[in-house]
């Protein structure tokens, strides 16, 4: 079965530091991968968009990884701050159900940033 | 950036009521727009696309009498909860592209808590 897979624990880093976010997927073969950010009781703000052909893209202090063997996608923030601290998704179109125009998003991983 | 707007924000009703959300694209055109549920700590599921003048297509295990949805213009879609119940309680966004910005990243609205007692 189709899997998009983020850890679950919560990630703490003190301010300053860099976070490092992982997500593995299985039986998907995405033509792309995208980040979004999403604070308690809001909906998800877009990030970043990497391509299957890509293998890294970076905004700001964003930086995003993308491994099509590995099947896996590293989302970096370098030197974070308390206002960095939220839930980060990642998603894939549903390329390999015949459903390009749909995302699946992972659960999500929250992020901590304390002074 | 484009401009989501979902209304309302939060919602209580009693169970057996009908509770329509709104989801407008302000500054852009959407001939698809995306309907999504989350329950707390969990991923968001997507419920049905919805397509400008068209039917909607639901997503397996969603019940379209139960949960009906009209995009009857381009910056217009809504869904209606049909009869709620309180297992209907959850947060439900609403999702399009604009496709003139010609890429495949989703536009969210700020969601609407639904709460059934």
């Known amino acids: 079965s189709q899997k998009i897979e983020q850890n679950s624990e919560a990630l703490n880093i003190q301010e300053g530091k860099t976070a490092t976010l992982t997500c593995n997927y299985t039986n998907y073969s995405p033509a792309y991968l995208q980040w979004y950010r999403q604070d308690p009781g809001r909906g998800p703000v877009f990030l970043l968009l990497?391509?299957?052909?890509?293998k890294e893209k970076r905004k700001e202090r964003l930086k995003v990884t993308f491994d099509t063997t590995l099947k896996q996608s590293l989302f970096h923030i370098t030197a974070s701050q308390p206002a960095d601290s939220a839930t980060y998704l990642c998603?894939?179109?549903?390329?390999?159900?015949?459903?390009?125009?749909?995302?699946?998003f992972g659960t999500g991983t929250r992020l901590q940033v304390t002074l | 950036g484009a401009v989501v707007s979902q209304h309302p924000s939060r919602v209580i009703c009693k169970s057996g009521t009908s509770v329509k959300i709104e989801c407008r694209s302000l500054d852009f055109q959407a001939t698809t727009m995306f309907w999504y549920r989350q329950f707390p700590k969990q991923s968001l599921m997507l419920m049905a696309t919805s397509n400008e003048g068209s039917k909607a297509t639901y997503e397996q295990g969603v019940e379209k009498d139960k949960f009906l949805i009209n995009h009857a213009s381009l910056t217009l879609s809504t869904l209606t909860v049909t009869s709620a119940h309180p297992e209907d309680s959850s947060f439900y966004i609403c999702s399009a592209r604009d496709m003139g910005q010609g890429d495949e990243k989703l536009f969210f609205g700020s969601g609407t808590q639904l709460s059934v007692l």
């Open positions: 998603a894939l179109d549903g390329q390999r159900a015949g459903t390009a125009s749909k995302l699946t």
């Open positions: 990497i391509r299957e052909n890509e």
